[in-house]
């Protein structure tokens, strides 16, 4: 039997009536999408350019028994600008041509180290290579010719802009020294990581369910993590490398920067493999040790997973 008009009317409040309502603020239309995808993209972009600066500065370089440098001045712009980092490895200066940029220490005693473009070969009176270099922005060759003993590698690729990231974490900031500034700014990190991660989650769960819940709790596994910024005293040369190396594979550890006395390793793990760590660090040479406190990390899917390094003698690994 066809509906009436006031039948259809009521038919029609009746279905809205049922229908879920959409909950305040939620973002249904391609806009709220578009927002949501942009945000995602960005924050992947983010890190994974971060992945990539970590692995050409720090891992390929170790593993390849390279070494990066960061470079302080414009003398070889535009190509290699101020804040670069590059990554030289040893070379036989012999194998040497001209156009090749190569890494020197500089002759004035001072141990600095010059990345320059050799620009002629030659041969000193006893017969040993001797190049002659120069800065790409300068319209003079260096003063000095280079011997074949002052030359400490060729230049492999480099990295723009990371050095300025390596240059803070050497000094200072506001009278911040570098371990406080590097566990604010990973400790700043993981937090808004795990906002962005937990309010992601509730509200795609507001819209899926079309209504409005109550606060969203997180319902999957949590646990304590801390942060480790530790940095070793190595001017006498007394740490073995080996054990440093095992250090940092047992606990998982990264390290952060290094200089000629000092070397900077950072971790995220349990209090308690925390507390281990900073003994086995003490067990390896005169430490300067930062931590942050306990905070609580989220584990289910989606979430950071701080799982603390691999496990080892006397500890297990503490999700609750």
């Known amino acids: 039997m066809p509906s009436t008009g006031r039948h259809a009317a009521l038919h029609g409040a009746a279905a809205r009536a049922g229908a879920p309502r959409r909950a305040p603020g939620t973002h249904r239309g391609p806009w709220g999408r578009a927002l949501r995808w942009v945000g995602t993209g960005l ?5 994974l350019v971060v992945v990539a600066a970590l692995a050409a500065v720090v891992v390929v370089p170790r593993a390849a028994g390279a070494a990066p440098l960061v470079v302080l001045t414009g003398s070889m712009a535009p190509g290699i600008s101020a804040g670069s980092v590059v990554v030289v490895r040893p070379v036989d200066p ?13 002759a004035d005693g001072s141990g600095a180290l010059v990345t320059h473009r050799v620009t002629a070969l030659g041969h000193d009176a006893a017969g040993e290579v001797q190049l002659t270099t120069r800065g790409d922005a300068n319209a003079d060759a260096d003063l000095d010719p280079v011997p074949a003993s002052a030359v400490r590698g060729e230049l492999w690729y480099r990295v723009p802009w990371v050095g300025y990231a390596s240059d803070l974490l050497s000094g200072s900031v506001a009278g911040l020294s570098e371990r406080v500034l590097a566990v604010l700014l990973a400790g700043g990190a993981l937090a808004v990581y795990a906002v ?38 190595v001017a006498e040369g007394d740490v073995d490398p080996d054990r440093l190396d095992r250090f940092l594979e ?9 200089t000629d006395t000092t070397v900077s390793v950072v971790l995220a793990a349990p209090p308690a493999v925390v507390d281990d760590a900073v003994v086995e660090l003490e067990r390896l040479a005169s430490v300067d040790v ?5 905070f609580t990390a989220p584990l289910g899917p989606g979430s950071p997973h701080l799982a603390g390094g691999r496990d080892h003698p006397g500890r297990a690994r503490d999700a609750a």
Do not use: N
Request: proline residues 6%; aromatic residues 4%; glycine residues 8%.
């Open 196 to 233: 962005v991660q937990l309010v992601g989650a509730a509200a795609e769960h507001r819209r899926r369910a079309g209504t409005a819940p109550a606060p969203p709790a997180w319902g999957g596994r949590t646990a304590s993590r801390e942060l480790l910024v530790a940095t070793l005293e």
């Open 290 to 294: 930062q931590r942050s406190g306990p």
């Open 94 to 106: 012999r194998s040497l041509a001209v156009g090749d940029v190569v890494t020197y220490e500089a």
């Open 43 to 47: 924050a992947t972009a983010a890190l």
């Open 250 to 258: 047992v606990f998982s550890a990264t390290v952060l920067a290094t």
